[in-house]
C-alpha cells in the first residue's frame, strides 16, 4: 500500500469554521464583544479611547494570572494563593529597587524570583507530597499575605510613577505616552505584548509535549500514568508556569498603577480563576484555552470599567460576575453531558 | 414446613446479555448453605436480587412461603435479609455505635440518645459474643474486628437470613475461627446462612449444603457430607467448550526468555511469584478475583514497587522503578479497567492513539498533528476500530472500540511485551473475536503477551502457557496441550497454607 491522501482523518462533522463558532473561546469573545457594545449603546461616557486604555490597563495583569492559572485548571488543580503571592511579589520587587535601591532589572527578577519559589513551593506539595491542590494552595496563600506584610511593614511600596524616571523604562512594555501639544496620547503597547505571550501560550498548551502532558494527566492522570509519563514532573512544570506569570502579572500591575498598598492582591485569583472558567477552562481538568481566559478576564475588565457608567457600583460587578461564571460552568457540564 | 427461602426461574439481563437464567435456589431454616462458581458465575448478581439491589425481570422469590420483591436494601432489611459485605461499607471516623445503628438512632426528641445506642450495641455484641468497646472508632479496629461489628449490625436487624459474601478474604486463621463460632451460633438461632466463597476447605468446614451456578445457570445443589472436591470443581467448569481451544503451544521450548520474575513479592496480594514469558508466547494468567493477578502486573509495569523478588528482562535484572521507564523498556500495560486506567474520555482517538509515542511526532518542540493523526488512523485502521475519524472523542466510543484504541496505542509505541489485563472485559462477541485476532497476530510478530484472564476459555483458546495464581502465588505452570478447565480450576483454588 503506498502513501495516499487522507481526506478528512480528522471526521469532522463540521468545518473548523463552525467548530470554531460552537467553542466557548469564541462565546467569551463574542459575549465580551457584545457586552462592550451594550455598554457603549446605553453609556455616552463609555464611549472613547480612554475607556478602552482603562480597560487594557485593568486587564494586562489579570490576563497574565488568567493564562498561568489556565496550565494549573488544566491539571486538575488549583491555585488559590496566587493573588497574595503577586502582591508579595509586587511589594517586594518594589522594595528592591525603591527602598534597596538595587538596579531596576534586579527588582523585575526578584519579582518573579519570588513568585515562582511559592508556585514551587505548591507544585512541590501538590505533585510530589500528594497534597489536594485546594489545601496546599490556602497555606502558601496565608503564607505569602503574611510574607508581604512582614517585608514591606505594611507601608506602602511605590515602582517608578514615569518611564522617564531612572529604572522606569519597563513600562514602556505596557504604556508608551507622548506628551505633545498639551495633550497625552497613550500607546497601548502592553496590548502587544498581551497577544503576543497568548499566541505563544497557546501554542505550548497545545502544540507542545508539554502542554499535551498537562492536559492528558488532567482528564486522567493514572491513565496518563501508565502510559508511560512522569505525571509529576509536568503536574510541578503547571505550578512552575503559573508562577512566572504570576511574577510578570505583579510587574504589570506595578507598571501601570505604580503604588502597591499592603494587602494588594488578596482576592485577585477568584477573577483569574473566573477568567479561566468563563473561558471554557474546566475545573474538573483535562480541557482549557488559553485565548478562552484571555476573553474571560478582559469580559470582566469590560463590566468593571462599564457598570459605573450606567450608573452601578463596583458591588454589582461582583455580583453579575458570579452569575456569569454560573453559566459558563454550567454550560460546561451541560456540554460534557451532551457528549455522553 | 415451608422453606426459609425459595428463589424459583429467577432470570436477569443486562444490556441485553443475560446474567442469570432461570437460576433457582433454596435455603432452610437454621442451614449454613455454601454458594459457589467461578468469577462472574452470577452469584453476586442473585444476592444483590435477594438484598434488593437489582431487580428480577422474571421469577420467584418467597420468604417464609411468601412471595416479596424488594426495591432497595431497605426493604430487604426490614424483612430481615441482610448482606454482610466483602469491602466493608462503614464510615471509618465513626464510632462502632453510631455505624451500627445509623439511619435508626434511638432518639430523645431531636437528639440522639448515645447512652441508649451505646447499650444497644453492647447487648449485640452480647448476642454474638465478642467483646468490641462501642466508642471505638471503625478505623482503629482490625478488619476481623470490622467483620464483627458488620454482622452486630446484620443481626440488629432481626436477621433472618444473612447473606456473607467472601467474609474470610482479609482475615486471619484466628479471626476465622472466631467468624466460624458465630455462624454456627447465628445458624442455632435458626438464622439461615447464605455462604459466598472460593475456599475449598472453608466449604466443607461450615456449609451443610452446596448450590454451584455457572454462566449465570443453576448447575445444582449438593449435600456437603455426599460430595468432594473434585465433583464440586467439575460442576463449577463442566461447560461445553463452545469456542476453539488452543491445541499445542506454537512457541519453541527453547525460544529466548523475554523476560523473568523471580520470587517476586509485595504485600499480602503477591507472594514469591516466579515465571518465565518468551518471545512469540502468549502466557495465559488464570486465577479467581483476588488472585494478586493484577498487582503482579502492576509491579513489573512499575506502577508499583516489589518488596523483594527480581525481574529480568533479556536475561539482565533491571529494576523498574517507574512507569515511564517501563515503557521505555518496550513493556506496555492495558489495564482491567478501560475507562479509569486506560483511555481518556474527554480525549479523542487520535491523542489517545499517540499519548505514549508523543516523542515521535515533536520536531522543533512543536507536536506535528498532521504526521500524528494520520498514524493514529492507521493504527486505528488496523485494529478496526469503529469510529467516524480520529477526532471523534472516545467516550462516545462502545466499550470494544476503546479498548481497541488502548491496542492501537501500544501497538504505535511498538512494545516488546504486551500485559493484557482482562482483554476483552464488558466487550461484545464481535470485537472479543478481533482482540483475539490481534493477540495472536502479536504473538506471531514475535511480540510477548501476558494475558491475565478469568474467562476459561479464553485461557485455553489463546495461551501458550498458563500460569495459575491463587491469593497471591503461583500454584502452577501448565502447557497447554492437555490442560482442562477442571485443572485449572483446582489450581485456581488451591490455597498454599501460611
Known sequence: MGKRTIQNPIGRKDSRFVEMVKSQQFIAAAAMIVLYFVFWIFAPTFRGVNVITQILNSSYYLAFLGIGVTFVIATGGIDLSLGTVMGCAALLGGRLYSVNGLPMIVALLGTVLIAVVFSAINGYLIAFIRLPAFVATLGTQMMASGFGQIISNLEKTNWPARASEPGGAFKNAFQITISGEGKNVNIPTGLILLLIIVVIMSVILTKTKLGRYILSLGSNYEATRLSGINVRKYQFYAYIINGVFVGLAAIAYAAIYTSITAGFGAGQETNAIAGAVIGGTSLAGGIASIWGSLFGVVMMSVLKAGLPKIGLQSQWQLFLTGIIILVAVIIDVRRNKVSN | ?498
Open chain 2, 1 to 498: 414446613m415451608t422453606e426459609l427461602l425459595e428463589m424459583k426461574n429467577v432470570n436477569k439481563a443486562f444490556s441485553g446479555v443475560q446474567a442469570l437464567s432461570d437460576v433457582q435456589f433454596h435455603l432452610r431454616h437454621g442451614e449454613v448453605h455454601a454458594f459457589m462458581g467461578e468469577n462472574g458465575a452470577g452469584k453476586s448478581t442473585l444476592m444483590k436480587i435477594l438484598t434488593g439491589v437489582y431487580q428480577r425481570d422474571t421469577g420467584e422469590v418467597l420468604l417464609e412461603g411468601k412471595a416479596v420483591e424488594y426495591a432497595n436494601t431497605a426493604e430487604a432489611m426490614a424483612d430481615g435479609v441482610v448482606i454482610v459485605h466483602q469491602e466493608l461499607n462503614m464510615m471509618g471516623d465513626l464510632t462502632v455505635y453510631e455505624n451500627i445503628f445509623i439511619g435508626r438512632e434511638s432518639m430523645n426528641g431531636f437528639l440522639i440518645n448515645d447512652r441508649d445506642n451505646v447499650k444497644r450495641a453492647r447487648e449485640l455484641f452480647d448476642v454474638i459474643g465478642v467483646s468490641i468497646d462501642p466508642y471505638a472508632k471503625v478505623d482503629s479496629l482490625t478488619v476481623g474486628q470490622q467483620q464483627m461489628v458488620e454482622i452486630a449490625k446484620a443481626v440488629s436487624h432481626d436477621a433472618k437470613i444473612v447473606v456473607f459474601d467472601e467474609p474470610t478474604s482479609a482475615l486471619t486463621q484466628t479471626e476465622i475461627n472466631e467468624l466460624f463460632t458465630i455462624i454456627n451460633d447465628l445458624k442455632s438461632k435458626g438464622i439461615g446462612i447464605i455462604y459466598i466463597t472460593h475456599r475449598m476447605d472453608e466449604v466443607f468446614q461450615i456449609s451443610d449444603r452446596i448450590t454451584v451456578l455457572r454462566d449465570g445457570e443453576y448447575v445444582g445443589t449438593v449435600n456437603t457430607a455426599n460430595t468432594d472436591k473434585d465433583e464440586l470443581i467439575s460442576m463449577m467448569v463442566g461447560r461445553e467448550l463452545t469456542e476453539e481451544v488452543k491445541l499445542a503451544s506454537q512457541v519453541d521450548d527453547d525460544a529466548e526468555v523475554v523476560l523473568e520474575v523471580e520470587h517476586l513479592s509485595a504485600g499480602r496480594m503477591v507472594k514469591d511469584v516466579s515465571f518465565k514469558l518468551r518471545k512469540g508466547e502468549i502466557l495465559g494468567v488464570s486465577g479467581l478475583m483476588g488472585a494478586g493477578r493484577t498487582e503482579m502486573a502492576r509491579l513489573i509495569y512499575g506502577a508499583e514497587q516489589p518488596e523483594s523478588g527480581t525481574i529480568k528482562l533479556h536475561g539482565e535484572e533491571v529494576k523498574i522503578k517507574t512507569t515511564e521507564e517501563a515503557v521505555a523498556m518496550g513493556i506496555g500495560y492495558l489495564s482491567e479497567d478501560r475507562r479509569r486506567y486506560g483511555v481518556l474520555v474527554d480525549k479523542n482517538v487520535a491523542e489517545n492513539t499517540v499519548l505514549a509515542s508523543i516523542d515521535k511526532y515533536v520536531s522543533s518542540g512543536l507536536i506535528n498533528d498532521t504526521r500524528a493523526n494520520a498514524d493514529a488512523l492507521e493504527y486505528n485502521e488496523m485494529v478496526k476500530t469503529k469510529m467516524t475519524g480520529v477526532g471523534q472523542v472516545v467516550r462516545t466510543l462502545s466499550g470494544g472500540n476503546q479498548q481497541k484504541v488502548i491496542v492501537a496505542k501500544w501497538l504505535l509505541r511498538d512494545s516488546e511485551i504486551l500485559i493484557f489485563d482482562e482483554p476483552t472485559r464488558g466487550i461484545d462477541v464481535g470485537a472479543k473475536a478481533e482482540i483475539y485476532e490481534i493477540m495472536q497476530e502479536l504473538a506471531d510478530e514475535g511480540k510477548s503477551i501476558i494475558m491475565i484472564s478469568s474467562e476459561m476459555q479464553e485461557i485455553l483458546r489463546m495461551s501458550d502457557r498458563i500460569v495459575v495464581m491463587c491469593e497471591g502465588n503461583v500454584t502452577a505452570t501448565l502447557p497447554i496441550e492437555g490442560a482442562t478447565q477442571e485443572e485449572i480450576l483446582s489450581y485456581a483454588m488451591m490455597r498454599k497454607e501460611v
